[in-house]
């Protein structure tokens, strides 16, 4: 009895050592970074005065009242952007995906192609693909849909691949024992059992683009971006908090539109 | 009607799933296969309608070679096979009809069955067909929202819309409780006798064999060791369908 009670004692000062020794290398890393990068630590203590700068700055004052009519303007442009390139990119994400998907490609090579492509799309950072666009298709809208509409392409395959796989072999054969074709399986089986998935990963792509367009913007000189980036370097700052207040309540409502949307869809 | 010979198939190209596995299928006649899990029933099943493709062997259906049609004939071939699954495999967010009518989508073009255009013909049989499980009155119900025995009777119904030959059904009351059982197995009788449908059945359960089967197949390590009437099957045969190989026997000897 008595050594079954040491078992367990031992057992947790084993976990409290194990523990205490994550925790103490999380200490020297975080020393030996400090040190890497010179970064003085007490620094940290002056926080609250750059705080109160930012509040005294940015916080929109009767001035900036009058950008009003031009932010939600731009607003509306960059929102519409990130919306055409969502839903451009889930089309053909779709499709890629049905072929790509394990337990529907055609040929296992073009499955290993597309989960390379949707690789190679999805880890180019989206400042990145903007810059690079910038070059062929220069300021313009075109350029922030085409930098979110890759990015997404990416993003949106290889969800749509794992959501097809997670939907297995069995349904899919189940048609196929009646006689169907293959685009009749997708349309009357695949399509109908995952649809809701798919406006989830969807609704969560347009949220995540709103946010996304606001920064390719600031490159391209496009939309919301574009006129935060000219308030903030001609010094109207009252303009530009106002600006960033305006998308942070445009992702709000996105993200409360879509909760709605998919709540009504389950 | 149908008649298999010397099937034989291996899932990893070295242990045999399926050893030389021959037997035929009458027509209005329910033929069940019994025998232990893992002892390859389910791949016999599926080999019929060549969902697992199978090594070697012949499947005369109807006096051809399922297993030499091309991809256009054996969609033709599949459309006179029904088949029903231990998990239903309906769509589930679809209505009762919309599954019972999938059952024509072999007969239909691409397109058609792309945008459910459906005839009248095929809208009245698919209607008369719910009527006939018992389930007219659910024809608009999502199928998630059905009971197990309600998911099978939709695909019995998905079955027959095919206007099968015959009907594969793989473990159909595994997942079912007693009272559905005997509703799903009394169709399924019923359909050989008034029907002339041939039933194929994959079973567990022998007693449900003895009630509802004509001929019995059992299956043991891939390999067939009953195949006769139901009323020959004694104790002794039963006991021989479900005995472990003597490497096993041993094992579970030593276990209790």
Request: charged share 15%; glycine share 0%; proline share 0%.
């Given at each position: 009895m008595n050594s079954d009670v040491q078992q367990v004692t031992n057992f947790f000062n084993t976990k409290r050592l194990r523990l205490s020794i994550i925790l103490v290398i999380f200490g020297l890393a975080y020393i030996g970074a400090s040190i890497g990068l010179g970064f003085?630590?007490?620094?940290?203590?002056?926080v609250q005065a750059g705080i109160a700068w930012l509040i005294h700055n940015f916080i929109p004052n009767e001035a900036s009242q009058g950008y009003w009519n031009e932010i939600i303007q731009q607003l509306f442009r960059t929102f519409i952007v990130a919306v055409a390139s969502t839903t451009c990119a889930a089309v053909v994400s779709l499709f890629l995906a049905i072929i790509g998907a394990q337990t529907l490609t055609p040929a296992i090579t073009v499955s290993w192609v597309i989960r390379c492509l949707s690789s190679l799309l999805r880890n180019i950072p989206i400042v990145a693909w903007a810059m690079i666009l910038l070059f062929s298709f220069?300021?313009?809208?075109l350029t922030g849909f085409l930098a979110l509409f890759f990015m997404t392409l990416g993003f949106l395959t290889r969800a749509f691949m794992e959501t097809i796989e997670d939907f297995g072999t069995e349904k899919i054969q189940a048609l196929q024992a009646t006689g169907a074709t293959y685009l009749q399986v997708i349309f009357q089986g695949l399509l109908p059992e995952i649809a809701v998935a798919l406006m989830t990963w969807i609704l969560y792509m347009i949220e995540n683009n709103v946010r996304d367009a606001t920064l390719v913007g600031l490159l391209t000189g496009t939309g919301i971006g574009f006129i935060f980036n000219l308030y903030f370097k001609s010094l109207r700052y009252g303009a530009a908090g106002l600006v960033v207040l305006s998308v942070i309540i445009l992702v709000v409502a996105v993200e409360l539109i879509s909760n709605l949307i998919g709540r009504l869809l389950s | 009607m149908l008649t298999v010979k010397h099937l034989a198939k291996s899932y990893d190209g070295e242990k045999k799933s399926l050893t030389d596995v021959s037997f035929s299928v009458q027509p209005g006649e329910v033929t069940v296969i019994i025998g232990p899990s893992g002892a390859g029933k389910t791949t016999i099943l599926r080999s019929i309608n060549q969902l697992i493709r199978d090594d070697d062997g012949e499947i005369l259906f109807d006096n051809t070679d399922i297993r030499q049609l091309n991809r256009a004939q054996l969609r033709q071939a599949r459309c006179r096979i029904g088949m029903i699954f231990q998990n239903y495999n309906l769509i589930e967010p679809l209505t009762a009809i919309e599954n019972v009518l999938h059952g024509c989508l072999g007969t239909k073009s691409n397109l058609a069955g792309i945008f459910s255009i459906y005839r009248n013909r095929e809208k009245e049989e698919a209607l008369k067909l719910l009527e006939k499980v018992g389930l007219a009155e659910f024809a608009?119900?999502?199928?998630?929202?059905?009971s197990g025995g309600q998911k099978q009777r939709v695909g019995i119904a998905r079955a027959l819309m095919q206007q099968p030959k015959i009907i594969l059904c793989d473990e159909p009351i595994a997942s079912l409780d007693p009272k559905s059982t005997i509703t799903v197995m009394d169709i399924l009788r019923d359909l050989a006798t008034n029907d002339g449908i041939s039933v194929l059945i994959n079973l567990h359960q022998v007693d449900i064999a003895r009630s509802y089967a004509d001929h019995v197949i059992g299956i043991n390590n891939g390999q067939v060791v009953f195949d006769d009437r139901?009323?020959?099957?004694?104790d002794t045969a039963i006991a021989s369908i479900y005995q472990k190989d003597a490497n096993s026997e041993g094992s579970v000897v030593h276990e209790f």
């Open positions: 003085q630590t007490q620094s940290l203590l002056n220069k300021q313009n809208d | 608009y119900q999502q199928c998630r929202n059905l139901i009323q020959a099957l004694s």
